[in-house]
């Protein structure tokens, strides 16, 4: 199975500087299971260094499991570490 890269999509518009993703994909075969990444993404403005960026925390990479695992998964995550968003893609 393919490994995702963890990247920001320079298509999407992130209101929020620390948040969770979650996307799942459409399964290979009509009887598999959809495929989830979850990523907790957070950005960090200049330090003393000057370097400012998002940093990403891969938490499932490419799983086999529903659309409402994922979710279920996520939510808790995001409740643990008080991670104020959800940010949802679902390929179909």
């Given at each position: ?46 330090n003393?260094?000057?370097r ?7 938490i ?33």
């Amino acid at each position: 199975m393919a490994r995702v890269a963890p990247s920001i999509r320079p298509t999407e518009t992130y209101t929020e500087p620390n948040f969770v993703r979650v996307y799942t994909g459409a399964p290979d075969a009509p009887r598999s299971a959809r495929l989830a990444t979850i990523e907790h993404l957070s950005y960090s403005a200049a330090n003393s260094a000057g370097r400012a960026g998002w940093s990403c925390t891969t938490i499932v990479d490419g799983e086999a499991m529903s659309k409402e695992d994922a979710l279920f998964i996520a939510r808790s995550y995001a409740v643990e570490n008080n991670v104020p968003v959800i940010y949802e893609c679902h390929g179909e």
